[in-house]
């Protein structure tokens, strides 16, 4: 029998009076490797910090009986030393300044990798990291000899790692054997076997009901006749026999028709699959802008002190497009980025563009607001308004009363890309959106931009997203920008 590396008992985990987690038994062997999937906020990051013991249960207990190594899904990196030939593999130094995103999580992963553990809890460890970057981890963590507990949206990286799922939905846990491929292959099974069943359940329920109806209308047919007779009765006294005969078919076809009413009671009711309500992200009032090239770059130069990420540069932004920037983690392109918000030398900006900026880090809230006050304090529309924007993108009841600093990772980045939207905008600069967003939000997000009339300028290292919504593309590649 494989060690229990954790072990999970009665464990109930609430916030707000909400339920998230509810567990009645749950363990991590010696050797699993378990990825946990469910939708933005469903509570992945919430169990991991319960297995590490970071936060307590509302309920229960949790074991915990290995020394194990942790990646936190939206935390800087710490002041732990990384094994210096780890940092260099990596591209990495060891705390400097103003790491970018990607060098942030690459420090985090080389501390992580510095000591040998039991068990190892990840957190969405490919968060900014460039296609080098996924295949290190990958390296890394094919040939882990421990217990692996994996929290990720990357699918492929899934794939390649896990051997069981753990689901999360509505507070529950499913456990599925098998990869992310084959944890999707047996959910639409399950989803066909449940259409069938819920078909099969309405048309026996609807062939049960036809036939407690004609059973009482031949009942009722059976009491006309019979008052009739009645009336006749007395020139018909010598059919009484056959009038009371009636009555009793009467009575035992009203019986049938109650049993079978009772059948329909007992039937096993097999509900329909619930379609979910799409993710919706609004588009404010745009303001109008018609030149041809709102942003214009004429050999510009981009540094930080005396490093230089771009050198002679030249480019042009066209109206409308959606443009992906890339390159790898380092490269320059929040940078960039920051350049064009600053108006930088060599840069030639219509004067009526009105740039809006989704930050990389913007997950990181410092505020003590609620969601709703968040906006609200950042917004000029009412309340009203506002409450069906949030609800739009699944901020309900208590959620709006929650602490902003509290959200998880996907339902902070939905709130910052919903109070960036409400602007009055017509040039927006989205640095890598979709981290931790579920797949209903990047959709959702997909929508949005393809349909936004003015023009924007994205970072992602998401390869489907980029092919979903991208006009053009360029990328950063030795101090160029190429476009591909
Ligand atoms: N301290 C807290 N107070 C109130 N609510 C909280 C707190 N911490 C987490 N939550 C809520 O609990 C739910 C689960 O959060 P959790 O971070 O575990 O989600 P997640 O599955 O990791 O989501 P994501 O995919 O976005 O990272 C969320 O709705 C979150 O807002
Ligand atoms: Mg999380």
């Known amino acids: 029998m494989e060690q229990i590396c954790f072990e999970l008992e009665n464990v109930e985990m609430n916030y707000l009076d909400k339920e998230i987690l509810k567990i009645d038994r749950l363990a991590v062997h010696q050797f699993d490797r378990i990825g946990i999937v469910g939708k933005n906020g469903a509570g992945k990051s919430t169990l991991l910090k319960l297995l590490a013991g970071t936060i307590q249960p509302s309920q229960g207990k949790v074991n915990r009986h290995v020394d194990f190594g942790c990646f ?16 260099g593999k990596l591209h990495v130094e060891q705390q400097r300044e103003g790491l970018s995103g990607g060098e942030q999580t690459r420090l985090k992963l080389a501390q992580l990798f510095t000591h040998y553990y039991e068990c190892l809890l990840i957190d969405e460890p490919t968060t900014h990291l460039d296609q080098e970057g996924i295949s290190y981890l990958l390296d ?27 689901e999360i939905d509505d507070g529950k846990i499913n456990v599925y054997a098998g990869n992310y491929s084959e944890y999707i292959a047996q959910k639409q099974l399950e989803r066909e076997q449940q259409s069938q069943a819920h078909e099969q359940y309405l048309k026996e329920k609807s062939r049960l009901e036809k036939a407690a109806d004609e059973k009482m209308k031949t009942a009722e047919k059976i009491a006309k006749a019979s008052s009739m007779s009645k009336k006749e009765s007395k020139a018909k006294a010598n059919r009484m026999f056959e009038t009371k005969s009636k ?12 049993a079978i009413e009772h059948r329909i009671e007992k039937l096993h009711a097999v509900d329909a699959i619930q379609e979910e309500r799409p993710i919706v992200f609004h588009q404010s009032s745009r303001l109008e802008l018609h030149n041809k090239f ?29 443009i992906a920037v890339t390159g790898s983690n380092g490269s320059g392109k929040s940078t960039l ?5 600053d108006r930088g030398n060599g840069l030639t900006i219509s004067p009526k563009a009105k740039i809006g900026v989704f930050q990389q880090m913007s997950y990181h809230f410092v505020t003590d607001e609620t969601v709703l006050q968040f906006l609200k304090n950042r917004s000029s529309y009412d309340e009203g308004f506002l409450r069906s924007v949030l ?30 939207f409400l602007g009055d905008y017509n040039i927006l600069l989205l640095d890598e959106p979709t981290n931790f967003l579920d797949i209903q939000a990047i959709q959702a997000l997909e929508n949005f931009i393809k349909s936004y009339k003015g023009t924007i300028l994205f970072i992602s290292h998401d390869k489907q997203f980029i ?15 190429i476009q591909k």
């Not at 963590?141 to 069981?164: C, N």
């Not at 709102?294 to 932004?317: C, G, H, N």
């Open 247 to 258: 009555g009793t078919g009467q009575k035992a076809l009203q019986r049938a028709a109650k």
């Open 294 to 322: 709102p942003i214009m770059a004429d050999r510009i130069t981009v540094r930080i002190e005396e490093k230089v990420l771009l050198e002679d540069v030249s480019f042009q932004i066209t109206l409308g497009k959606k």
């Open 391 to 420: 609800h739009s993108m699944r901020f309900v009841g208590t959620a709006l009363q929650k602490k902003v600093r509290s959200l998880s990772g996907g339902e902070a980045i939905r709130l910052q890309l919903c109070k960036l």
């Open 337 to 341: 980025f920051h350049y064009i918000v």
């Open 72 to 87: 936190e899904q939206v935390e800087a990196p710490n002041a732990d030393e990384a094994d210096p030939k780890l940092l």
């Open 467 to 481: 092919a979903n919504v991208a006009d053009e593309e360029f990328q950063i590649l030795n101090k160029k920008l």
């Open 140 to 166: 890394e963590l094919r040939y882990y000899y421990g217990a692996l507990v994996l929290i990720s949206h990357d699918r492929a990286v899934l794939d390649e790692l896990v051997t069981s799922i753990w």
